[in-house]
């Protein structure tokens, strides 16, 4: 699936580059060019997204598009891969390669391992033609990247750990006092890359400060030859009374196939607020979900790659995409801002429901 995005209303693409980011790292250009540039009119920016598979794939690929409708001279050709396989990653960056791009965006799905070959092999591909390349999603550690944007996970981990004992709802024991101690199992992928060990790292470190809150596991999915999905399963029969099962990898909730459902008196929550988890949040079996507006992401990639071409002096080549808690008090609220930030319709992000 293709197409390239124009423009209709005229703005002076420098201005851009004067709005601050939401959430900005550290990362700097060690080339400090002495003045900025204005873009070539009919620069082509090309933006390979998330697979349509993907659950976030539509508002990523929307929030890219949203960027480039609002610069006369930029035109974003988005290409989406039909599914995660590597033979599909390729023929994605072949088809956006043939536009003849002055810049490329590339999403890189983090389940698979830093510096995967598959990933090497279409980062080389894209580094012989010399355009300027953005990776989005999982850092990988060449030196033909230009820039990176990628979700703040671990202080996704931070807001989540803090709320944790907030968002379950009263409970009693058996002498019919309200109980304060609170259970949970913890299911991560620690090792699996940096990311995803500073995630974990920082919900230890946040979730420490409330004595009372029981771990009753502490599962690593990466680490084990079987399914998170079966993982959480197996530890459901040893700990029934877990009332809240947190995954800080979504995975296991936005699988189709299998689709994993927790008896009703355990919940979990994720870090993610994907649409597809909406319906999940809706019906109490999420009680919380910590995720960005996912359109937030491919507009930044765009960002960053139009700064790139510009050769603004200091303009941050690391971007990191902030979180927020979703609840089902404030779904439709975010729901809003997630659709405009996507170019989206709310109406088709809130089918399961009617909006009040």
């Avoid at 060019?33 to 997204?49: D, K």
């Avoid at 003849?100 to 580094?127: F, T």
Wanted: glycine share 6%; hydrophobic share 45%; charged share 20%.
């Amino acid at each position: 699936m293709a197409g390239v995005i124009r423009t209709s209303s005229f703005t002076a693409t420098v201005l851009v580059l004067t709005f601050a980011s939401l959430f900005i790292g550290c990362g700097r250009d060690p080339e400090r060019a002495a003045a900025g540039r204005t873009l070539a009119a009919n620069t082509v920016i090309g933006f390979i997204g998330p697979p349509a598979t993907d659950a976030i794939s539509a508002a990523v690929c929307g929030g890219a598009q949203r960027f480039a409708a609002a610069y006369p001279n930029v035109h974003c050709h988005t290409v989406v891969p039909p599914d995660a396989q590597p033979s599909s990653l390729s023929a994605a960056g072949e088809e956006a390669l043939a536009q003849k791009p002055n810049a490329i965006c590339v999403y890189l799905p983090s389940a698979r391992a830093p510096n995967d070959p598959d990933h090497a092999q279409l980062i080389e591909r894209i580094r012989q033609t010399g355009i300027v390349l953005v990776t989005v999603g999982s850092p990988i550690n060449n030196p033909a990247v230009r820039g990176h944007v990628e979700v703040a996970l671990p202080q996704a981990a931070e807001i989540l750990a803090q709320n944790l004992r907030s968002v379950l709802p009263p409970a009693v024991n058996a002498f019919g006092h309200v109980r304060q101690e609170r259970s949970y199992a913890l299911f991560h992928a620690d090792g699996r890359d940096q990311s995803a060990s500073d995630t974990y790292a920082r919900f230890l470190a946040t979730v420490r400060d409330n004595p009372n809150l029981a771990r009753l596991a502490d599962v690593n999915t990466w680490a084990s030859d079987r399914s998170a999905q079966r993982l959480i399963a197996e530890t459901l029969e040893r700990f029934s009374t877990a009332e809240l099962i947190v995954t800080l990898d979504p995975e296991p909730w936005l699988s189709l196939q299998p689709r994993l459902r927790l008896p009703p008196r355990n919940h979990f929550a994720t870090l993610s607020a994907a649409p597809r988890l909406w319906p999940r949040l809706e019906s109490g079996e999420a009680l919380a979900l910590v995720g960005p507006l996912d359109g937030q992401i491919g507009y930044t990639a765009m960002e960053v790659a139009a700064q790139r071409l510009m050769l603004v002096p200091d303009a941050p080549t690391r971007r990191y995409i902030p979180c927020e808690l979703v609840t089902k008090a404030n779904l439709d609220d975010f729901a809003r801002r997630y659709a405009a930030a996507a170019n989206l319709d709310v109406r088709d992000l809130l089918s399961f429901r009617p909006l009040p």
